[in-house]
């Protein structure tokens, strides 16, 4: 059931070397190897080569990606905010 206030989230890849995700808060963060994003659904984490966002829709909330991808990872909801235990708070703490 969607909680007030919370958008859809929706992952199409496809191939595993595009996609589009909506659902999307921020881009946290982005290198060939890992893409990081705040979604409706907790932080994103997707790990591969040669990505890249090739689209974002801010208003939307939408971001396309390329690239081979090798996995998608979600943490725990609000660990961009720095919370107890969230991960940017474990990567920089």
Same mark, same amino acid.
């Not at 907790?42 to 591969?48: A, T, V």
């Given at each position: 059931m969607e909680e007030r206030g919370m958008r859809n989230h929706k992952i199409s890849l496809f191939n595993r070397n595009s996609g589009m995700i909506n659902g999307v808060k921020e881009v946290v963060s982005f290198d060939l190897n890992e893409i990081i994003l705040d979604t409706e659904q907790g932080l994103l984490m997707i790990h591969g080569e040669d990505l890249h966002v090739t689209r974002l829709t801010v208003e939307k909330g939408e971001? *396309?990606? *390329?690239?081979?991808?090798?996995?998608?990872?979600?943490? *725990?909801? #609000? #660990?961009?905010?720095? *919370?107890? #235990?969230?991960l940017l708070r474990r990567l920089f703490g």
């Amino acid at each position: 059931m969607e909680e007030r206030g919370m958008r859809n989230h929706k992952i199409s890849l496809f191939n595993r070397n595009s996609g589009m995700i909506n659902g999307v808060k921020e881009v946290v963060s982005f290198d060939l190897n890992e893409i990081i994003l705040d979604t409706e659904q907790g932080l994103l984490m997707i790990h591969g080569e040669d990505l890249h966002v090739t689209r974002l829709t801010v208003e939307k909330g939408e971001v *396309e990606i *390329e690239g081979l991808v090798d996995s998608m990872v979600y943490s *725990e909801q #609000g #660990g961009i905010k720095g *919370e107890k #235990g969230g991960l940017l708070r474990r990567l920089f703490g």
